[in-house]
Structure formats: structure tokens, C-alpha cells
């Protein structure tokens, strides 16, 4: 099993940031790939950054030059910078983890975080 716990959402206004933490606890070896989805309210659940674990990164169009993620592997975290905030990027934040053992794949999520963009 896989434990993440995300934070670090909250209100920001128009054209701020936050950076999000996704703190990764338990049987974590063999994790391929850590991703951040969001979901608001009324719409399916998006992807909007994904690390893998050998660094590779890749976003959606909507927030590609203004978000980043990134991972610590010493504190097993991983993080998304999120710049120039937007109104549509409110949303419930949404951190996954995706494993594959020997005889088959599991996807891990967290709790959510709330990001509100609102002046």
C-alpha cells in the first residue's frame, strides 16, 4: 500500500502562485510514475502534471510555461510550483502514484487539497 497526503492549497488571487506537496509513505519502491490530477466542481477529473521516476516530466497545454513538478526522492515528495494563477485552475488537487508489481499495476491517490483562485 501507498500513503500520499497532499497540502499546501488555499486561496490565492489572480496571477499568484502556491506550490502543492504530495508526501509519498509506505510501500513506495517500484513507483513509476507520480502525477497530479485536478477536478472541479461539475467536471471530470484532469491530469495536469506527471514525473516519473527518472525525471521525465510532461503537463497539459493549459498549464505548460506556468506549472512545474518535481520530486524529492531523500524526503519522498513531490511537488507542483504552480504560477500565474488563473480563475480555472480552482480546483481539488489531486496527487497519484502508479505502481506496478510482478503481477500487476495499482493506482494510489491522495485526499485532494482545495485551490481557490478568487480576488
Known amino acids: 500500500q501507498v500513503q500520499l497526503v497532499e497540502s499546501g492549497g488555499g486561496l490565492v488571487q489572480p496571477g499568484g502562485s502556491l506550490r502543492l506537496s504530495c508526501a509519498a509513505s509506505?510501500?513506495?519502491?517500484?513507483?513509476?510514475?507520480m502525477s497530479w490530477y485536478r477536478q472541479a466542481p461539475g467536471k471530470q477529473r484532469e491530469l495536469v502534471a506527471k514525473i516519473t521516476s527518472g525525471g521525465s516530466t510532461s503537463y497539459a497545454e493549459s498549464v505548460k510555461g506556468r506549472f512545474t513538478v518535481s520530486r524529492d526522492n531523500v524526503k519522498n515528495t513531490v511537488y507542483l510550483q504552480m504560477n500565474s494563477l488563473k480563475p480555472d485552475a480552482a480546483a481539488v488537487y489531486y496527487c497519484n502514484a502508479f505502481k506496478v508489481g510482478p503481477l500487476s499495476s495499482d493506482d494510489y491517490w491522495g485526499q485532494g487539497t482545495q485551490v481557490t483562485v478568487s480576488s
Open positions: 509506505g510501500s513506495i519502491d517500484s513507483i513509476l510514475m
